[in-house]
């Protein structure tokens, strides 16, 4: 019962307008060649720079700089901000989503009844 509930709420988040919208900002910024190639430098930083935290060393100055700069490009990006946003609408119907299942989940607890279906 459980899986057959927790697909069909797949499903239909699957659905949802937030999702879409995530779903089409990211296909945009995907296909913009500039914005894909500084987002991909900005990981590589991100991930030379955590090396760096864990051997207990600094991120150089020149490193944090160029990450600056490449923030400063992507920022402007309209696909990027439309990637944003969209991201964030989706999050906060994740967020009530998930108040709805605890919700229901405290229902449950404190009901004796066991119900199928």
Do not use: C
Not at 57 to 74: F, G, I, Y
Not at 102 to 117: D, F, H, N, P, V
């Amino acid at each position: 019962m459980l899986h057959d509930r927790s697909v069909e709420l797949g499903r239909l988040i699957g659905q949802s307008d937030e999702y879409k919208a995530v779903r089409r900002a990211n296909d945009g910024l995907g296909a913009d060649a500039e914005a894909v190639k500084v987002l991909q430098r900005m990981e590589q930083l991100r991930h030379e720079a955590s090396h760096l935290i864990d051997r207990g060393e600094q991120p150089t100055a020149e490193m944090e700089q160029e990450l600056e700069l490449l923030l400063s490009q992507v920022q402007v990006n309209p696909l990027y901000q439309r990637m944003i946003v969209a991201q964030e609408n989706f999050d906060k119907i994740m967020m009530q989503v998930n108040q709805w299942i605890l919700e229901g989940i405290k229902k449950g607890a404190a009901s004796g009844i066991i119900t199928l279906g």
